[in-house]
């Protein structure tokens, strides 16, 4: 519950209390206030999470973006995002060519806010595809 994990031995003849964990696909629907909502696109249950839940995902969560979010004795205490997402970039600074061989990259602004360093030919308004493990630019969409 807590996010916490131990690694702890037990003995064959001891007894452990299963906890019921259930995951279920959900989209994320809007931000409200500081918390973020989201929706089971089966049967439109919404759940709201808090910031301290949803933690660093938030900067990969655009409206209708699938996430898969586990619930403990149905309560919510983690979201996982897809291993990659399609964001629009907000902002992308005209890249200068310089002296340097190959692979140059920009820092650009994408719409959830953060920044990521992509190649020069990047544009404002393009789609790209982001790692959600590492943050990096993968390729355009």
């Known amino acids: 519950m807590t996010g916490k994990s131990s690694d702890v031995r037990f003995s064959s003849t001891e007894k452990i209390e299963v906890i019921p964990m259930m995951t279920r696909k ?5 931000k409200d206030g500081e918390d973020f909502v989201f929706s089971d696109p089966e049967d439109y249950e919404t759940v709201t999470l808090s910031p ?3 933690g660093d995902a938030k900067n990969y969560l655009v409206e209708n973006g699938s996430v ?5 004795e149905d309560k919510a205490v983690s979201i996982e995002l897809p291993s ?6 907000a902002d992308a600074p005209d890249g200068v ?4 061989a190959n692979n140059v990259q920009k820092a650009i ?3 959830t806010g953060i920044t990521v360093q992509a190649p020069l030919f990047i544009k404002t308004g393009e789609k790209i595809k982001v790692d959600t493990r590492t943050g990096k ?3 355009r969409a």
């Open 137 to 139: 630019y993968m390729e």
């Open 26 to 30: 959900m989209d994320f629907s809007y």
């Open 97 to 100: 060519r310089g002296d340097s």
């Open 84 to 89: 990659s997402v399609v964001l629009a970039v």
């Open 68 to 72: 898969t979010v586990t619930f403990v």
């Open 52 to 54: 301290e839940i949803v």
């Open 109 to 111: 602004t994408l719409e």
